[in-house]
Structures are given as structure tokens and as C-alpha cells.
């Protein structure tokens, strides 16, 4: 018999449209009046709070201009993925350059919204539609997913297609036919790349989900079959950016090359956990000065040079200092999963009450999901997965509560399939709609 979920539904939208249109207009309401109060918030000649959010606007502008595709200075041509900026770029090329940024925050807001119609989607294929009602209810109104789409960052299009990715998975791994499971395959692992041009950090999990289910000892000729058209998904979306990155400095760049950067801000003798970037600055100079005049200047890419000498200089002070390295993991680890804020820009009282009073009840259901759920089916690992991923991968780089925002998502399917159970007018129409076989 096919490996499919009991009762699958493949047309969640099919019922009640007029109540899901409402809540998913309550949810752009809240985060369009949040992106104006935080913009309120700011000096007029400081629009964003986070440096990262500059890089990407004046990278969407040279996209939205026609010019070459670098920050800063010429050095600087690999410095991010393309994903955000390109977002950023239509806005530019609709709206104008001079657009307000509060007009970005609403398009943030727009896919923030977007997020809540895919958790009651996804919720919709495991569960079933009041589990999805209190999913959707937790992503319109948590603090930290409402933050994390208004903010000028990689985010509020990363959480979009990483739910995307997850919903096209469960879809593959239910589909009877092995062409349709290929299909879905592709399709898993093209969405896969596009969060990865978003988030580079994401490159990974696609690989490891593919390996994870293709080792287990069940539905191993479904796990090829989606696996495969998975990596070719993955490899298609990403090659117009391999192929640029190749004719820019003549080598293989999977990503960007600020990743050695990212491994020294996690790894060095003044490492804290969080992230401090002042020391680039020097280490360029440092690198400039030791290398001018050389062969190896003349003909390697400074930007190049610069990522290869950070890796190699935050795995050789590793090296050197393992049980520092042990330390910093653990630092980092309560950073992510800190139950308040812990960046500067999120310090105040009332905001630290709110994420606290939400975070912890949350948290506290998902451990009872995962517990109960998270080995019945890889459709349902896969709300728990995103979370381990990207915290296996901070304890290397750098800790914040920032990184886990995107991996909450999944983790709140788990927690509504926890509360409607617990609903005692919910139970006897509660179903789990699991897949036969554990992963």
C-alpha cells in the first residue's frame, strides 16, 4: 500500500475562505502598524536599525540600476546572495529608488502574511482544519514572527519559501506514483535553492534531509525518488549563481564569501557568542599589506583572500583551543533559545515581557509535540528539523534569537496540533493525519 497520510487533504482552502481571509487580513493589519511604529521609532537620518538591512537596499538598488552587483567597493562582489536584494530591486523598479522604507516594511508585511496562510496550509496537511485555525492564530500574533516581517532583512522572504519548501515536501513524500513524487521532488528542492540565495546558511538542510531519509530503513525507493529530483531542483535553481560567481573570480563559490568572516566572528580569541564584525577592517589591511606586490595579489581576488585566511585562521585558533570552542557552543545555544531578547536593538522592558510571556507557554507545547509527533512521519520531523539544523549550525557561527524566528514556524504546527488536542470540545474530531511509517 502507498505511503500517504490517512485522510490527506489536498484542497485545505476549500472551506471557510471567509473566515481564513479575515484572519490573514488581521495579520497584515498588526504588521503593517507595527512596521510604522518601529519606523516612527527611528531618527530621520537613520532608516534602519540594523546594518545588514543598508547592504541589502544598496543592493537592490545597483539590481534595480543596471550596475555591477557589489557593495561597497569592487573587492566586494560575492558579499551576498542575490535572493533579498532582487525583492528589493522589483520594489525600486515599481515604487522608485527613493521609496520610504516603510513601503519595504510593508511589503514585508505582505510576506509575513503570506507565512500565516502557509502554516494553516501546512497544519491543514498534518493535522486537520482547527489545528490549522490555532496555527495560523500563533504565527499572526507572536511577537517574533511579526518582528522578524517587518525588519528590512533576509528574513521575511526566507520564512515564506522555507514553509513553501516544507509543504511541497509533504506533498512529494504522500504522492502515490513515483513521477508525481519526483515531480515534487524538483519542486522541493528548487524552492530549496531559492531560500538558499535568500539564506545561505540554508544550503545545507536540503542535503542532510535527503541523506537522513534516504538511509532510513522505510519507503527507501520513495527517499531516492524525491531525494533525487530534490539535489537536481537544488542544483538548477543555484547554477545561474554558480556560473556568475565563477566568471567573477574564476572559481567555484557555493554561496558568498563572507562565510570564512562568519567562522571568525565565531571563532576567535575574542569571541563571545554574538557577533562582532569590527575586526574586518584590520584584517583586510593586514592582508593587503602582506600580500601587495605579490604574485598571488596580482592574481587572486582580494575578497577571495579575505575568506580564505579568516577560515583559516578560526580553524587553526579551534584547533588550538577546543574546550573554548565547547564553551562558546553552549554560549551559543542559549542565545538562540534565550527566552528574552538579547540583541541591543530589543532591550526594552515591555518588549522583553511580551516575547518572554509568549516564547516560554510555546515552547513548552512544542517539546509535547515533538515528544508525541516528531517520529510518526518525515513530514512531521520536518517541523523539527529546520530547528536543529540552524542550531547545530549557530553553535558554530554566532548565537541570537534572530536565527531561530524562521524555525519556529514549522514549530508551531507541533504546538496547535498540541492545544486542539487539548481542547475538550476538539477531541473527538481530532486527527493526526500521519504517514504509516516512521522516519
Known sequence: ???????????????????????????????????????????????????????????????????????????????????????????????????????????GAFMGTLVVGEIFWLTSLLFNRTAAVVAALLAACYPGVVGASILVLSESLFCPLLLLQLIV???????????????????????????????????????????LTVVSPTARSRSLTIGLGAIIGLCTAMMPWWIRNYQVVNRFVP???????????GWNP???????????????QKVRAESKGTKAFESDNLECQLNRRFRQEACRWAVQHPRRVLVLAGIKWWRMWHPVPNADEFQSFWMKVAMAVTYVPLMILVVIGILRWGARSWPLAM????????????????????YRQPALLPLMVLAAGVITMLIPACQKQFVLRRAEAPP
Open 1 to 107: 500500500m502507498p505511503l500517504q497520510f490517512a485522510g490527506f487533504d489536498k484542497r485545505p482552502f476549500a472551506r471557510g475562505t471567509l473566515g481564513l481571509a479575515l484572519l490573514l487580513g488581521f495579520a497584515f493589519a498588526l504588521r503593517l502598524a507595527v512596521a510604522v511604529w518601529w519606523q516612527a521609532g527611528l531618527p530621520l537620518d537613520q532608516p534602519f536599525r540594523f546594518s545588514d538591512s543598508e547592504s541589502y537596499w544598496v543592493l537592490g538598488q545597483a539590481i534595480a540600476r543596471g550596475e555591477p552587483y557589489e557593495y561597497e567597493s569592487p573587492h566586494a562582489r560575492i558579499f551576498r546572495t542575490p535572493g533579498y536584494p532582487l525583492l528589493l530591486a522589483g520594489l525600486f523598479s515599481c515604487c522608485g529608488e527613493n521609496v520610504s522604507v516603510v513601503v519595504a516594511r510593508a511589503l
Open 169 to 211: 515536501f509533504t506533498y512529494a513524500w504522500c504522492a502515490k506514483s513515483a513521477g508525481r513524487q519526483a515531480v515534487f521532488g524538483v519542486g522541493f528542492g528548487v524552492i530549496a535553492g531559492l531560500a538558499v540565495l535568500v539564506r545561505p546558511s540554508w544550503l545545507l538542510f536540503t542535503p542532510a534531509v535527503v541523506l
Open 255 to 265: 554561496t558568498t564569501l563572507q562565510v570564512g568572516a562568519s567562522l571568525y566572528d
Open 270 to 284: 575574542k569571541a563571545t557568542g554574538a557577533s562582532d564584525m569590527d575586526f574586518v577592517a584590520s584584517f583586510e
Open 383 to 402: 517541523c523539527w528539523l529546520p530547528a536543529a539544523y540552524v542550531t547545530l549550525l549557530h553553535m558554530v557561527f554566532v548565537g541570537s534569537i534572530r
